[in-house]
């Protein structure tokens, strides 16, 4: 019997033993392929960068006649740096609904930024939601979702004969919300300190 015993427990040490090898070499192998992996990511990021547009507008909501002002931002996607370009193109395109383009721009980037316009009484835009898109020449060899994507709403303008409600009632058709009645809904005005509840002194 002891002799069975220490058979059995031979063989399950060998068996451990075995057991451990073939993972600590899985383990190894797996750490060598990471690395190696890592350090061709690295070389393919380094030879092809990828970049990123971002625009800053003065503001989402613009009359018809207004102008819409924005300033263009190049960087690299990985490090969120500045292009380091001396000089190069941007295209920015104001789309409608069905991203038919209505109007485009091409800018100069230097040292990754720019800035330009769109004076939208020029384009006889009528009411209503678009996008804006910029983009650079090399993004359009990718996808659409590396480009960059912005929505505006451009409401008509205010006519002062027919007063506010005509304004109102151009906006809400714009946005396809339904009208707030304010008279039907009771006002709850409270003054409260900033933990949330009235306090006794």
Known sequence: MNQINAITSGRMRQITFVSFLLFFS??????NRTTTNYKTDIDFYRSNPVEKVYLHTDRDIYAENDTIWFKAYL???????????????????????NMNVVARNML????????????????????GKYNLRAYTGYQTNFSDAFLFWKSILITPVFNHQNGYKTYYDSIQKINDQPKI????????????????KMTTA
Do not use: I, M, W
């Open 75 to 97: 960087v690299n996607a990985h490090t969120l740096t500045p292009d380091r370009a001396p000089l190069r193109n941007l295209y920015v395109e104001l789309c409608d609904q």
């Open 108 to 127: 100069a980037v230097v040292k990754g930024s720019s800035f330009g316009d769109f004076v939208l009484h020029q384009y006889k835009l009528k009411p």
């Open 26 to 31: 899985f383990l190894v192998f797996a750490q």
């Open 181 to 196: 009645d304010s008279s039907a809904q009771p006002t709850d005005l409270q003054f409260l300190p900033e933990g949330g």
